[in-house]
Structures are given as structure tokens and as C-alpha cells.
């Protein structure tokens, strides 16, 4: 090959080879700026405000402030500190940037009517009042989330798994599958409460069907879909029918199995809001309506932020679970 060739040749250099970019420095004090920001609102319009409300928020925004700028420092000696700072930071400072704008529009402008727009320190004081109930009230919620999920996995990974396999359990389970699997689980609320001895009963067993249906679906989709071609080694190494179910099959659908799982945890959580609301007497759905029928409006966003903190830490830890199970996939699927 000669010279000219080869200078025209393209060298072709794979992306994990090329050093991320390096951010600003300056990406680090995003988050005081914010805070300061958000002081210099609450300051303007605090006047006329209930002193109690003003003072906690205060309070919250100072120590937002003093945290960032300790974080600011200790990023400097501590790595994994710096590496989460580099990629949180904007997002913290644009979250504090947003309760600023919340504040100015609700307790400054008054663009929103009030008491069914509240501003923030009104929100954090009602959630200080009742912190003993809102307490109670996500355990409670964790439980019934907890039963009814765990329930509503194992049934479906069982019927899911036999709808996939076995030929005459597809026969006669997919058509009960098309027919039920559609139907809302909370269109069952007024049966559930007729046939459960309890209200907390009739609750978990709707949340379990309203897993039951994505997951047993994408289990029986995932298990029938598994490659021939790994069914037939195993075959030939002289694998029998458990070993090809729990060993090839099962592993082969995990990633469908998964997906599975986020749609039924989706489901789950507005089943157990709605499935709150009616006959039982705890939990985050439960306080919302109470609060709602109270017009403490203060209140029910204090619950739906808690809802919102609650029902994401559940998913990222089941995105954790999926990470460290489907470990394999990181070099296929960028995540």
C-alpha cells in the first residue's frame, strides 16, 4: 500500500477511548448561587406572611446553602463526591431555582388563587405540623405496596411462565389473559369491597392484579420468544425440562421480565392511591383525601411531594436490582 493510501486511510477511534469532557469548575457553586437566589425571593416576599411559615423555610434555605457550600469544598479531596456533584448539581440548583419561581408566583404575585395554590413555606410547615401522620401514613402505604407488589410478582411469574412453556396453559390461560388482563384493577374496587373481609385485603389483592397483568404478559412473551438455538444445546449437553426452564428460558427473558415489572410498579402506584381512597383508613392516598376534604391544600401538596420522594427511591431501587441482574446488557444497551 502506498504513502497516499495510507494518509487517506480513516482511523476510527471507539467512544469509550475518548475522555469525557471535563466541566466547568464553576459547575460546583450552581447550587449556592440558587440558594442565594432563592433567599433574596423569600426575603421579597415575606412580608406579610405568617412568621412561623417564613422562619422553617428560612431555615431550609440556609441550610441548603450551607451544604452546598461545604459540598463546594470537600469536592475539592473527595472523588466520588466531585464525579456526583458534576452530574447533580445543575439539577439540584435548577429544583432550588423552581421553588424561587414557586414562591414568587404563589406568595409574591399572587398569580395563583389561593388556598388551593399554597407557596412553599406554607407546604413546609404543614408537612413539620403533621409529620407524625404523614410518617405513618407512607409506612402504611410501604406495606400495602410491598404485599400487594411482592403478591402480584410471584402469581404472575408463575402464570407467565407456564402461559410461555407450556402449550396447553397458553391454550386456555391467554384468553383468560386478554379478557381480564385489560380491565383497570381499580374497575374492581366496588367487587373487591363486597368480597373481602377487610378493606386492607381488598387493597392488596388489587394492586396484585394490577401487577398481574404486564408482567405475566411480558414473562409468556419473553419465555415463548427464547432462541431455539440455545434450547437446542442445552438439549444436546443433556439438559431436561426444569433445566431448561429455570436455566435457559428464564435468564433468556429477564430483560422482557423487567420491563414487566416497571409497568407493573407504574400500575401499582395509582392503584394503591385510588385503592386508599376508598375504605381504607391510612396511608398517602388516604391523607390526601382527608386533607382535600379539609382544604388543606397545604397539606396535600406536602403529601404529594412525600409521594413523589417515595415512589421514585422505589424505582430506583428496582432500576439498581436491574442493573445488577441484567449486568451483562451494559456493553449492548447504553443506559
Known amino acids: 500500500m502506498s504513502n497516499s493510501q495510507e494518509s487517506r486511510e480513516t482511523v476510527t477511534v471507539p467512544p469509550s477511548a475518548v475522555p469525557a469532557k471535563q466541566k466547568s469548575p464553576w459547575i460546583f457553586l450552581l447550587v449556592p448561587l440558587a440558594a442565594v437566589v432563592a433567599l433574596a425571593a ?21 441550610l441548603v446553602l ?31 431555582l423552581l421553588l424561587a419561581l414557586w414562591e414568587l408566583i404563589t406568595s409574591g404575585f399572587h398569580w395563583l388563587p389561593l388556598p388551593y395554590f399554597p407557596g412553599p413555606a406554607a407546604v413546609l410547615q404543614s408537612m413539620i405540623n ?32 407456564c402461559i410461555g412453556w407450556f402449550s396447553l396453559a397458553r391454550y386456555w390461560g391467554m384468553p383468560i389473559l386478554k379478557v381480564v388482563g385489560p380491565i383497570p384493577a381499580t374497575a374492581w374496587i366496588p367487587l373487591a369491597m363486597v368480597m373481602s373481609p377487610s378493606a386492607l385485603f381488598s387493597a392488596v389483592g388489587l394492586i396484585a392484579l394490577a401487577v398481574w397483568f404486564p408482567v405475566t404478559m411480558l414473562t409468556a412473551s419473553g419465555i415463548s420468544n427464547t432462541r431455539a438455538s440455545y434450547l437446542d444445546v442445552a438439549r444436546t449437553l443433556g439438559a431436561g425440562r426444569a433445566y ?27 392503584t394503591l392511591i385510588v385503592a386508599e381512597t376508598v375504605g381504607v383508613k391510612s396511608g398517602l392516598g388516604w391523607y390526601v383525601s382527608w386533607a382535600q376534604g379539609w382544604a388543606e391544600y397545604g397539606k396535600v401538596f406536602g403529601a404529594l411531594i412525600i409521594m413523589a420522594a417515595f415512589f421514585s427511591t422505589i424505582m430506583t431501587v428496582l432500576f439498581k436490582v436491574r442493573d445488577r441482574i441484567l449486568v451483562w446488557q451494559k456493553g449492548v444497551i447504553k443506559w
Open 42 to 62: 423569600h426575603w421579597g416576599t415575606s412580608k406579610g406572611q405568617p412568621p412561623v411559615e417564613m422562619n422553617s423555610y428560612r431555615l431550609f434555605l440556609e
Open 66 to 96: 450551607g451544604a452546598s457550600i461545604a459540598a463546594a469544598i470537600a469536592q475539592k479531596v473527595w472523588a466520588r463526591l466531585r464525579l456526583w456533584m458534576n452530574d447533580m448539581s445543575p439539577i439540584i440548583a435548577a429544583t432550588v
Open 130 to 161: 403533621d409529620r407524625a401522620l404523614l410518617f405513618d401514613s407512607t409506612w402504611h402505604s410501604l406495606i400495602l405496596l410491598a404485599g400487594g407488589y411482592a403478591l402480584g410478582v410471584i402469581i404472575a411469574l408463575i402464570t407467565g411462565v
Open 244 to 270: 431448561l426452564i429455570f436455566h435457559v428460558a428464564i435468564p433468556a427473558a429477564m430483560p422482557s421480565i423487567f420491563i414487566g415489572l416497571f409497568m407493573g410498579l407504574g400500575t401499582s402506584f395509582l
